[in-house]
């Protein structure tokens, strides 16, 4: 079974809200990633976790925190965002983030998310 | 800095015909992996073909394989017996040593292809 879940699919809020998506993967992954798309681009890596640590931050804004609570849920919290945060929001996940298996990221069907 | 380059914004093909997207990276390491990734409408990233530097062979997967051409920095997906359920937008990704972490993927803008019936 290589499926990464996410929830929700869509989600609007407005910038003073807080929020949280939420991303799950019964694989045994080590490895979880969470993405930005806007539409017609590539994914923009945000967050890595590797082991239930955060292994990996893009300079990302503190408005966006993620969370691992274990190896198989991801969460991203979201709060005071800004309208040109809206985007595809992707999760993905790996075996580990290295090794000959490590490489391969399986990816989540995303979370639509609109910030009005 | 590790760069992908997809110089193919959109690409269109007739139903069953063959297509060939491409794909040019720059880097400075010899041992690395390269993958092509296909985004349907319904938007999940879906792992279509993976090739390992340090092979020779060209990676096939069905009615996809790649011709890596590893001096050229050249790694084009072509897509034999084109159908529908093709039409995507495929990105080229690779993948990038970080410090200690590796596993973080550098992808092209993306390849639009459309399939004609």
């Known amino acids: 079974d290589t499926e990464v879940t996410q929830t929700p699919k869509h989600l609007v809020m407005g910038m003073t809200n807080k929020k949280s998506l939420k991303c799950e993967q019964h694989?045994?992954?080590?490895?979880m990633y969470w993405y930005k798309q806007k539409a017609k681009k590539p994914p923009e890596l945000m967050f890595v976790?590797?082991?239930?640590?955060?292994?990996i931050n893009e300079s990302v804004p503190s408005r966006f925190s993620p969370e691992c609570p274990n190896s198989s849920l991801l969460n991203l919290h979201l709060h005071a965002l800004q309208p040109e945060d809206s985007a595809l929001y992707l999760c993905?996940?790996?075996?580990?983030?290295?090794?000959?298996?490590?490489?391969?990221?399986?990816f989540g069907p995303g979370t639509r998310l609109t910030v009005t | 800095a590790q760069t992908v380059t997809q110089s193919q914004p959109e690409m269109s093909v007739q139903e069953a015909e063959t297509v060939t997207l491409s794909c040019t990276y720059d880097?400075?390491?010899?041992?690395?992996?390269l993958f092509w990734y296909k985004q349907p409408p319904s938007r999940q990233m879906i792992l279509v073909i993976r090739?390992?530097?340090?092979?020779?062979q060209n990676a096939t997967e069905n009615r996809f394989s790649v011709n890596f051409q590893k001096a050229a920095k050249s790694f084009s997906l072509k897509i034999s017996d084109s159908q529908l359920g093709d039409a995507a937008m495929y990105f080229c990704?690779?993948?990038?040593?970080?410090?200690?972490?590796?596993?973080?993927?550098?992808f092209g803008t993306g390849t639009l292809l459309a399939v004609q019936p």
């Open positions: 993905a996940s790996s075996q580990d983030l290295g090794g000959v298996l490590g490489h391969e990221q399986y």
């Open positions: 694989m045994g992954h080590r490895a």
């Open positions: 976790y590797s082991y239930e640590k955060l292994s």
């Open positions: 880097t400075s390491e010899s041992d690395y992996y």
């Open positions: 090739q390992e530097a340090y092979k020779q």
């Open positions: 990704a690779y993948r990038f040593t970080y410090g200690g972490a590796t596993n973080k993927l550098i």
